[in-house]
């Protein structure tokens, strides 16, 4: 069986900032903003699942961290076709850098134990750093390919994945065990399978079950799982804030330049006397 | 605890501009903190990697070289990075933030346990007063970038942990050469020392890189078009008029997005930061994002159909109208001049 890990974030949506979402303070007012699957994350479930229909025998995993309400990815990942879903959520984790976010995720892939890939977005879009997964892959000991864009071959113990880079395409090949970052380039995910959403829509994790959120259908196993800090057997100082070797020391709002306009219509006459100003400035 | 900076190597054979870039950075830093540069060169058939490198100031050059070592490929240029910063232990060290750069500094940092922070656009050195323990931390790197899609901007230190790392974007950093007296060494290191064969267990199958066409960093007129344009056709105005007036042709990202023009046209926070002494704004609402690359031009000037639209606050110029209809205008009176 092949073993496949898929890497998860539940981001807000800082790409539709509102002017509500800023404080008066110039920080960001989280609650204002929409909380949505990471984009690059549904690309790699993609490449993930894509996998499994090519492939017998494939377990895809989806898992996060994050708070309690993280699980919503979760449950949108089995709604699109993964087999099964970790929340891995903890205080403890709380303030983590990429470098802490690594360390936390490796432990739970470790604990799944015996992964032959682990496939995550290339950058989560509040943070945009493209870090954690090559951090992952360094702490788990094995390659990393960045920027996929397309599997071009997979058997059961390798894979051939061309990567998009700056100017240009490269093809390589590598033996399982690895971890696979994937670019937007690559294809979309497919969507929810009306089946899997009437399946999983109770599927919830412990800490939702007890907050009475949700009403779980126990009987057909449909606990996500959920893992702390002390099932991961880490060491306090290595997760969270404590565990993170950067610091935040200040938010500025952003400050742009203004300046005084002159406006000009659109008439032949005005652009001309325009083009002749700047003509004799030498500016054209 | 000197500087230390990973030079990128191009297809032509040649450190990458945005490498040359952070060593101009790297110089000035390494004045203020009173340390020396260094360099990290790794590749094959590097021709006069001197005399490319000296202008900007670099004290030590560590040279691997290899045939194994072009292209890059992460584990072998990851293991030789990783055990050459365990044995110099520098203060700092400065990565491009390209695909090779965000590949590899990050599998550093993890192995080197130690801070990284991603897409600088700023580096200054300051000191840092702990809240709680009252710590003074003196003389530590301010890594300073955009966060949460460029609406704030978060300066970042790593007070305990070295080397202080990051990665900076190509065309932030001013390229400067200085005048510098002492003589620069180059290491040569003996590279069987850093690799060994499980750094190639990735196979390079395919391998097709084009050289670098597009060049807006260093144009002096810039004619940019945003999601306004409308369409890759009409970006075709936009060519006209950049050939015209010996400009390139820049994009916003929604551009880009869209597809009217290439990604290496980007401006602005997440591509490239450009100060040409023109710039024509076609159909740019002035997204944050956007502004923060290109805000420092020396005159703007903003076609937009909207007179609310807050790229004109910062336009020199603001032509009210549709640049589809303005800019065979322009074409129209410019050539008229140079009759």
């Not at chain 1, 590598?174 to 929810?192: E, G």
């Not at chain 2, 922070?117 to 700023?122: R, S």
Request: net charge negative.
């Amino acid at each position: 069986m092949i073993k496949i890990v898929v890497l998860i974030k539940q981001v807000p949506d800082t790409r539709n900032i509102g002017k509500d979402a800023m404080k008066s303070d110039g920080t960001v007012n989280r609650a204002e903003l929409p909380a949505i699957f990471n984009p690059e994350d549904l690309n790699a479930l993609e490449v993930a699942l894509s996998i499994k229909d090519i492939v017998p025998n494939v377990e895809v995993t989806a898992i996060t961290m994050g708070p309690v309400r993280a699980a919503e990815v979760l449950r949108e990942a089995l709604y699109r076709g993964a087999d099964q879903a970790v929340l891995v959520t903890d205080r403890k984790f709380a303030g983590a850098d990429t470098l802490a976010t690594s360390h936390t995720l490796s432990l739970a892939i470790k604990k799944i134990g015996n992964v032959d890939l682990v496939i995550g977005g290339r950058q989560a879009i509040d943070g945009d750093t493209a870090q954690v997964g090559p951090q992952i892959a360094e702490k788990l000991n094995i390659p990393q390919i960045t920027y996929a864009e397309e599997i071009v071959e997979v058997s059961e113990n390798k894979i051939r994945i061309k990567r998009r880079l700056e100017r240009g395409i490269e093809v390589v090949e590598v033996l399982f065990p690895c971890l696979i970052t994937v670019h937007s380039s690559a294809a979309p995910c497919r969507f929810k399978n009306a089946k899997r959403v009437m399946k999983y829509k109770k599927a919830c994790t412990i800490s939702e079950l007890q907050d009475d959120k949700k009403e779980s259908d126990t009987d057909n196993n449909l606990i996500i799982e959920e893992w702390n800090a002390a099932d991961l057997e880490a060491y306090p100082d290595s997760l969270g804030l404590a565990g993170s070797p950067t610091k935040v020391k200040k938010i500025d709002n952003v400050v742009l330049l203004q300046k005084e306009s002159r406006i000009i219509t659109s008439s032949e006459k005005e652009i001309q006397s325009l083009i002749q100003e700047l003509s004799k400035e030498h500016i054209l | 605890m000197n500087i230390f900076v990973y030079c990128e190597i191009t297809e032509e054979g040649t450190i990458a501009e945005v490498s040359l870039e952070l060593l101009s950075k790297g110089r000035k830093l390494a004045n203020q903190l009173n340390v020396k540069l260094e360099a990290v060169v790794i590749g094959n058939n590097m021709m006069n990697i001197e005399k490319q490198l000296f202008p900007y100031g670099v004290d030590v050059v560590y040279f691997a070289e290899s045939e194994k070592l072009f292209p890059y490929s992460t584990l072998p240029h990851f293991s030789i990075v990783s055990k050459l910063f365990e044995e110099k232990k520098p203060q700092i060290a400065l990565f491009g933030a390209t695909s090779v750069g965000r590949d590899l500094a990050p599998r550093v940092a993890s192995r080197l346990r130690c801070g990284l922070t991603a897409d600088c656009t700023a580096l200054e050195i300051g000191e840092h007063i702990d809240s709680k323990t009252g710590t003074v931390y003196t003389n530590l790197l301010y890594q300073i970038r955009p966060a949460f899609g460029g609406n704030i901007i978060a300066t970042i230190i790593n007070p305990e942990t070295r080397p202080q790392m990051a990665t900076v974007r190509e065309g932030v950093m001013l390229k400067e050469t200085v005048t510098h007296d002492d003589k620069a060494v180059v290491v040569k290191l003996r590279v069987e020392d850093y690799i060994s064969d499980d750094d190639f267990v990735v196979k390079m199958i395919v391998r097709e890189i084009e050289a670098k066409k597009i060049n807006i960093k260093n144009a002096q007129i810039i004619v940019s078009g945003g999601y306004g344009m409308g369409s890759k056709e009409n970006f075709s105005k936009l060519h006209e008029l950049a050939a015209q007036i010996g400009g390139e042709v820049g994009a916003t990202r929604a551009a880009v997005d869209a597809g009217f023009a290439e990604h290496e046209r980007q401006i602005g926070q997440t591509g490239v930061t450009v100060r040409p002494k023109l710039y024509i704004a076609c159909g740019i609402s002035g997204a944050v994002q956007h502004r923060s690359g290109m805000e420092e031009s020396a005159l703007i000037i903003s076609i937009n159909i909207d007179p609310n639209a807050s790229i004109n606050t910062i336009a020199d110029y603001t032509i009210i109208g549709d640049a589809n209809d303005v800019l065979p205008k322009m074409l129209k009176a410019i050539k008229s001049i140079n009759h």
